[in-house]
């Protein structure tokens, strides 16, 4: 059974930085060949793309808001894919998703079928 485990969301104030990670396992495949993708949530909006890597670390993609104060990274030796997050504002309060897919880089949501249950992030001002 796949499993996808977000971890290192809290609560901090405006400026500060987290780090998130997320842990898989029971991938049908080995964890280098899928493409992992963060995605966020707000109550009444819909879930929205955040970052994704590629299978090798290579390539990454981010979106327009979090560039220059979001990084999402690898380690395939540990089966974890992180977003190091800093310079947080109150806007980028949610709950964060880590999802998996094969084939190329995307930011659409709906190529994702894996996805972990999400850890909440709030910030304050």
């Known amino acids: 059974q796949v499993q996808l485990v977000e971890s290192g969301g809290g609560l901090v104030q405006a400026g500060g930085s987290l780090r998130l990670s997320c842990a898989a396992s029971g991938l049908t495949f080995r964890f280098s060949l899928y493409v992992l993708g963060w995605f966020r949530q707000t109550p009444g909006k819909e879930r929205e793309f955040v970052a994704s890597?590629?299978?090798?670390?290579?390539?990454?993609y981010s979106a327009d808001s979090v560039k220059g104060r979001f990084t999402i990274s690898r380690d395939n030796a540990k089966n974890t894919v992180y977003l190091q997050m800093n310079s947080l504002t109150p806007e980028d309060t949610a709950v964060y998703f880590c999802?998996?897919?094969?084939?190329?880089?995307?930011?659409?949501?709906?190529?994702?079928?894996?996805w972990g249950q999400g850890t909440q992030v709030t910030v304050s001002s």
């Open positions: 999802a998996a897919k094969m084939g190329a880089l995307s930011y659409h949501r709906s190529e994702y079928y894996h």
């Open positions: 890597i590629s299978g090798s670390g290579g390539d990454t």
